[in-house]
């Protein structure tokens, strides 16, 4: 079968190459045999495949993705079919590793089915992006709840697909949000999805004051994955026992923040990521997340409708798209073409 491999980190066009590999074992107890249908390509693919992010490289050679949706072909002993994992059905994968591949065995934990309404395009890009975003709301709204409901969220690099799925997260739970984006034109693309969201981009000097302004509050939770030389700027528009929530590095910078001024406004620094859903959440609280997950796809439907595709043999020009600036919609990979 085909994977999507490398052997040594840099330029994807010069790391990447499609290879056959073999078929995985039949799956064991508790695991799910899948073929791929779709995978979004993320950031994170791009950074793991540079060496940007630090991971070790398997003797075999390692494989980019880490979640997808999927068929479901097999399913080993103990794979309770009340779950809605059986062979044929539609299913999101995450957490997993190594996506890019035509078919896998997965533990029937990473398994999630699909249901019918949400399309396999939508299903792939809500996967780890809606995760982390529901992820990121529950702690915003623990941090919220600090300085009151009241307060404003703003959420960072706001045209990204994960902090769509933020925006579209805070009106199904009913709170206010800020827009900030880098440029007047990814300001110009969000707010066309995004009826009466207030849009501010850092291109106009007084961005600070708008954030302030836009809903008449300073916001009390800043959700941003570009940190570096924009964190101290976070703090600073936030309200006194305001949090910032990081959860990426766009900015790869180290970050100058002042401990005193942390001290002297009670404020917060917490990192969160999508891998720790499995460790720091109940089988139950899944199983709610993901239901969460398809209410994300209902209730923002403009968020998933704009996407290009790319067949699996086509991974460098996949990625190359996926960081194109401002970009209209994901990318995504598609198995079988
Ligand atoms: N912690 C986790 O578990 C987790 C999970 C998923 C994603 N992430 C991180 O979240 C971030 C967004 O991921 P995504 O898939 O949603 O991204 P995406 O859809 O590819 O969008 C990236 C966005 O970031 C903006 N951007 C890029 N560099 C920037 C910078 N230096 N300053 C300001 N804005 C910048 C871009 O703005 P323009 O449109 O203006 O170019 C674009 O809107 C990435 O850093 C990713 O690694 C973290």
Not at 250 to 269: F, G, H, N, Y
Request: glycine share 8%; aromatic share 4%; with cysteine.
């Amino acid at each position: 079968m085909k994977a999507i491999v490398y052997r040594r980190n840099g330029e994807p066009a010069e790391v990447l190459a499609l290879e056959d590999i073999p078929e995985p074992a039949a799956p064991g107890p508790k695991e799910v045999a899948i073929r791929l249908v779709k995978c979004m390509v993320h950031p994170i693919d791009d950074l793991l495949i540079r060496g940007y992010i630090p991971e070790p490289i398997p003797h075999g050679g390692a494989v980019p993705g880490g979640d997808g949706v999927a068929v479901v072909e097999q399913v080993g002993s103990d794979v309770d079919p009340s779950s809605g994992i059986v062979p044929g059905a539609r299913v999101v994968l995450f957490p997993v590793h190594g996506t890019w591949v035509e078919r896998m065995v997965v533990p029937e934990t990473a398994v999630f089915p699909v249901p019918a309404d949400v399309s396999d395009e939508a299903a792939s890009q809500v996967v780890i992006n809606g995760i982390t975003a529901i992820m990121l709301m529950r702690h915003a709204l623990a941090a919220q709840s600090v300085v009151g409901a009241a307060s404003p969220l703003l959420v960072t690099a706001a045209g990204s697909s994960v902090a769509r799925n933020v925006i579209a997260l805070a009106r199904i739970r009913g709170t206010k949000v800020v827009a900030l984006v880098r440029s007047d034109a990814s300001a110009a693309i969000l707010t066309e999805s995004f009826e009466g969201l207030p849009v501010v981009s850092t291109e106009k000097e007084e961005w600070r004051a708008a954030v302030a302004g836009a809903h008449g509050r300073s916001p009390s939770v800043a959700i941003d994955p570009i940190g570096g030389a924009m964190a101290p700027d976070l703090l600073g528009v936030l309200s006194d026992h305001g949090t910032l929530l990081t959860y990426g590095g766009l900015d790869p910078q180290p970050s100058q923040i002042s401990t005193i001024t942390l001290t002297v406004r009670s404020q917060a620094v917490k990192g969160v990521n999508a891998p720790s859903w499995i460790t720091t959440t109940t089988p139950e609280q899944r199983v709610r997340d993901i239901a969460d997950l398809f209410a994300i796809v209902r209730s923002a439907p403009q968020n998933f409708t704009e996407y290009s595709e790319f067949a699996l043999a086509d991974a460098v020009s996949a990625l190359s798209a996926a960081s194109a600036s401002p970009r209209r919609g994901a990318t995504i990979l598609k198995f079988g073409i």
